[in-house]
């Protein structure tokens, strides 16, 4: 397999995306892309790219591992991403076009987390002896009859309350594999059989990751990946890679054994006798007393707080072990007792699963784990301890890195400044060869940026006011078609209080489910739509459906939040200021996601406008202009409504064509 031939085949003028893509035009950046995946793959290294919007970065990817993979360079690969919306696109769209035409040989799946698919096992069980709660019943007809007709056993044909799928979905410790009476039936054993014979899977990083931590136990084995939309990579690895006890993963536990309903795996035992039943229901009593007291000594710790760092050993009593440590051998001895293999089986899952907690409690509490930051966070009825690691880059280089061939990161929001440094120091790689591919869109003349210079800061009493005012004359002058990203729900919700609709309809985020608040929006024509992190990523609203994208504060990352906070001490104590090392550089990857949202075809148009009057003020605010694209700017009002016209007249459709 040889770089030039496929490049020039598949992308030159009459290659052979312009046979199955309608109106295909061959771009530069494409080719340069598509050629450093292919040398990647032959060098088996590392490779980072940045490809701004419009490059058709997927296709570039694309075409070199399927090539790999028909001519059996490799024998199977993974592609990674990170929402939803781009896994659906690539294994709906984007593969089959490129199989059907080139590639027919090539099998191809998409994987999905285990919890994903029904266990036809624990539905039987949870039927046969009643462990469905009066609650459950509003989803169970609907359920139960989706059972008998599913071809797949996939939680996304159906939408049961959370409650109830948890009962009936499948467990990856729980499973009974080949030992199990609906082995042959099983949904998941019929995907991962699928996923053995494939060629490509799909999959996303949160299983990609779930994959590395097991020891690469969870996908089939694969010898390349490319992870798109990589600017996540290292908050997802960071996940996986720690380490967490919470009061709701130890209620499930206890649950499973002894409800507080009476349901429960040792209320099916039938050879227990009540004594020895009635003491175990009273062991279980007061393992579920004493983490209920554990962690409202967390709660009160936090104070009200939703995350706070826990800095010294041993903060909270342990108060639990001992008595967990107890239930474990109960466990045990049960497991010795019982004669039947599924009973035995389910016995030997809870009480490892009980040791499991044990193990991290003691781990956690007593701050074992070298170059990990300990915090807890009350999030609703979730309290939870902890431990997650300070530095990705060396775990990445020993568990990914060093265990595959190709790798390939890419996504339209890696570089800083100009620069790919910031992202291989980060992820540990800095030895990966790079690309920096800029969009072929003219920024310049679809998009202004505008720059109120006379803002007020955050904290001046004027600010709220102020930004409301500015949030409110734009959606005006670009006639509604406005997304408004913040960075808190505070601030979000203070400027909904005070901003006055006048025929403008608002939708937050809260208001409903994300993809319903979006197809809202889509509809509403005459509207804006608020949102916090969730919003400034992943958000494709082409054409005549977004004129305006307002950035309300630059997106540092909170100081004091644990993980960052930590992060920032330790680059402090190498000698390196972690403000401009650390802080900025990441709200710099996070601006440019946000402004992304504009410009996702060649002829939309519209205003950027951050009204965060530090990008002017400060020293620091170059460094994120540099990171934008080069846009014509505007600075007041005016000049922001001619630009935005001029730009209308220009790019937008006539009546006859929105039609």
């Given at each position: 397999?040889?770089?030039?031939?496929?490049?020039?085949?598949?992308?030159?003028?009459?290659?052979?995306?312009?046979?199955?893509?309608?109106?295909?035009?061959?771009?530069?950046?494409?080719?340069?892309?598509?050629?450093?995946?292919?040398?990647?793959?032959?060098?088996?290294?590392?490779?980072?790219?940045?490809?701004?919007?419009?490059?058709?970065?997927?296709?570039?990817?694309?075409?070199?591992?399927m090539e790999a993979l028909q001519a059996e360079v490799i024998e199977r690969a993974v592609i990674s991403t990170y929402t939803k919306a781009l896994q659906r696109q690539l294994i709906?769209?984007?593969?089959?076009?490129?199989?059907?035409?080139?590639?027919?040989?090539?099998?191809?799946v998409i994987a999905l987390g285990s919890e994903n698919y029904l266990c036809l096992r624990r539905l039987g069980l949870s039927r046969q002896h009643g462990l469905f709660d009066p609650?459950?019943?509003?989803?169970?007809?609907?359920?139960?009859?989706?059972?008998?007709?599913?071809?797949?056993?996939?939680?996304?044909?159906?939408?049961?309350?959370?409650?109830?799928?948890?009962?009936?979905?499948?467990?990856?410790?729980?499973?009974?594999?080949?030992?199990?009476?609906?082995?042959?039936?099983?949904?998941?054993?019929?995907?991962?059989?699928?996923?053995?014979?494939?060629?490509?899977?799909?999959?996303?990083?949160?299983?990609?990751?779930?994959?590395?931590?097991?020891?690469?136990?969870?996908?089939?084995?694969?010898?390349?990946?490319?992870?798109?939309?990589?600017?996540?990579?290292?908050?997802?690895?960071?996940?996986?890679?720690?380490?967490?006890?919470?009061?709701?993963?130890?209620?499930?536990?206890?649950?499973?054994?002894?409800?507080?309903?009476?349901?429960?795996?040792?209320?099916?035992?039938?050879?227990?006798?009540?004594?020895?039943?009635?003491?175990?229901?009273?062991?279980?009593?007061?393992?579920?007393?004493?983490?209920?007291?554990?962690?409202?000594?967390?709660?009160?710790?936090?104070?009200?707080?939703?995350?706070?760092?826990?800095?010294?050993?041993?903060?909270?009593?342990?108060?639990?072990?001992?008595?967990?440590?107890?239930?474990?051998?109960?466990?045990?001895?049960?497991?010795?007792?019982?004669?039947?293999?599924?009973?035995?089986?389910?016995?030997?899952?809870?009480?490892?699963?009980?040791?499991?907690?044990?193990?991290?409690?003691?781990?956690?509490?007593?701050?074992?784990?070298?170059?990990?930051?300990?915090?807890?966070?009350?999030?609703?009825?979730?309290?939870?301890?902890?431990?997650?690691?300070?530095?990705?880059?060396?775990?990445?280089?020993?568990?990914?890195?060093?265990?595959?061939?190709?790798?390939?990161?890419?996504?339209?929001?890696?570089?800083?400044?100009?620069?790919?440094?910031?992202?291989?120091?980060?992820?540990?790689?800095?030895?990966?060869?790079?690309?920096?591919?800029?969009?072929?869109?003219?920024?310049?003349?679809?998009?202004?940026?505008?720059?109120?210079?006379?803002?007020?800061?955050?904290?001046?009493?004027?600010?709220?006011?102020?930004?409301?005012?500015?949030?409110?004359?734009?959606?005006?002058?670009?006639?509604?078609?406005?997304?408004?990203?913040?960075?808190?729900?505070?601030?979000?919700?203070?400027?909904?209080?005070?901003?006055?609709?006048?025929?403008?309809?608002?939708?937050?985020?809260?208001?409903?489910?994300?993809?319903?608040?979006?197809?809202?929006?889509?509809?509403?024509?005459?509207?804006?739509?608020?949102?916090?992190?969730?919003?400034?990523?992943?958000?494709?609203?082409?054409?005549?459906?977004?004129?305006?994208?307002?950035?309300?504060?630059?997106?540092?990352?909170?100081?004091?939040?644990?993980?960052?906070?930590?992060?920032?001490?330790?680059?402090?104590?190498?000698?390196?200021?972690?403000?401009?090392?650390f802080q900025v550089p990441q709200a710099a990857i996070t601006l440019k996601q946000g402004v992304g949202r504009l410009i996702r075809r060649r002829n939309d148009y519209g205003v950027?406008?951050?009204?965060?009057?530090?990008?002017?003020?400060?020293?620091?605010?170059?460094?994120?202009?540099?990171?934008?694209?080069?846009?014509?700017?505007?600075?007041?009002?005016?000049?922001?409504?001619?630009?935005?016209?001029?730009?209308?007249?220009?790019?937008?459709?006539?009546?006859?064509?929105?039609?």
């Open positions: 397999m040889t770089e030039r031939g496929p490049v020039k085949r598949f992308f030159g003028p009459d290659g052979g995306l312009s046979e199955i893509i309608e109106s295909y035009e061959p771009r530069t950046e494409q080719e340069r892309m598509a050629g450093a995946v292919f040398r990647a793959i032959e060098d088996e290294g590392k490779l980072i790219v940045e490809a701004g919007t419009g490059v058709g970065k997927s296709m570039a990817y694309l075409i070199p591992v709906e769209k984007d593969i089959p076009l490129l199989a059907e035409r080139f590639f027919p040989e090539l099998r191809y609650s459950d019943e509003g989803g169970l007809p609907a359920l139960m009859k989706w059972s008998e007709e599913t071809e797949t056993g996939l939680l996304m044909e159906i939408s049961p309350p959370l409650s109830l799928w948890r009962k009936v979905c499948r467990e990856p410790d729980n499973c009974h594999g080949k030992d199990c009476r609906f082995y042959r039936a099983c949904h998941y054993q019929e995907a991962k059989a699928e996923e053995r014979k494939a060629h490509l899977i799909i999959a996303n990083h949160h299983l990609f990751f779930a994959n590395m931590a097991s020891g690469w136990n969870v996908l089939s084995p694969f010898e390349m990946a490319v992870l798109d939309e990589a600017h996540e990579v290292e908050r997802v690895a960071t996940d996986y890679l720690g380490y967490e006890i919470s009061n709701t993963r130890i209620s499930y536990i206890l649950d499973n054994l002894i409800s507080r309903r009476g349901r429960g795996l040792l209320m099916r035992l039938p050879w227990l006798d009540e004594v020895r039943l009635r003491e175990l229901s009273g062991l279980i009593d007061r393992v579920r007393g004493q983490a209920e007291r554990f962690f409202r000594e967390v709660s009160g710790f936090l104070s009200g707080e939703k995350a706070r760092r826990v800095r010294q050993s041993g903060a909270f009593l342990d108060i639990l072990s001992e008595h967990m440590e107890q239930l474990g051998e109960e466990l045990h001895s049960l497991y010795e007792e019982s004669v039947d293999p599924e009973e035995k089986r389910e016995l030997r899952t809870a009480e490892e699963r009980v040791g499991g907690v044990i193990e991290t409690l003691k781990a956690v509490n007593g701050q074992e784990l070298e170059g990990h930051v300990y915090w807890a966070e009350e999030e609703g009825r979730r309290i939870r301890l902890v431990a997650t690691p300070i530095e990705v880059a060396d775990r990445l280089r020993e568990e990914l890195f060093n265990v595959l061939g190709p790798v390939i990161f890419t996504s339209a929001t890696l570089s800083v400044g100009g620069s790919l440094d910031y992202t291989k120091s980060r992820l540990g790689m800095e030895d990966a060869d790079t690309l920096l591919l800029h969009s072929p869109f003219s920024y310049r003349d679809q998009a202004l940026l505008y720059l109120p210079g006379d803002l007020p800061p955050p904290d001046s009493p004027e600010y709220i006011r102020r930004l409301t005012d500015e949030v409110q004359a734009i959606i005006r002058t670009v006639d509604g078609k406005t997304l408004v990203l913040f960075t808190s729900y505070a601030v979000m919700n203070q400027v909904l209080d005070a901003i006055e609709p006048d025929g403008f309809r608002i939708f937050a985020q809260g208001d409903m489910e994300n993809y319903s608040l979006m197809e809202a929006f889509k509809k509403a024509g005459r509207a804006a739509l608020f949102g916090t992190y969730t919003f400034w990523q992943g958000i494709d609203l082409p054409g005549d459906l977004l004129h305006a994208v307002i950035i309300t504060k630059l997106p540092f990352a909170v100081p004091t939040e644990p993980v960052t906070e930590a992060r920032m001490e330790a680059l402090k104590e190498k000698g390196v200021d972690p403000f401009h090392a950027v406008a951050i009204l965060d009057s530090r990008v002017l003020q400060r020293s620091y605010g170059r460094f994120f202009m540099d990171t934008l694209p080069e846009m014509e700017k505007a600075y007041k009002r005016e000049d922001l409504k001619e630009s935005f016209m001029k730009r209308r007249k220009r790019f937008g459709r006539t009546p006859l064509q929105r039609k």
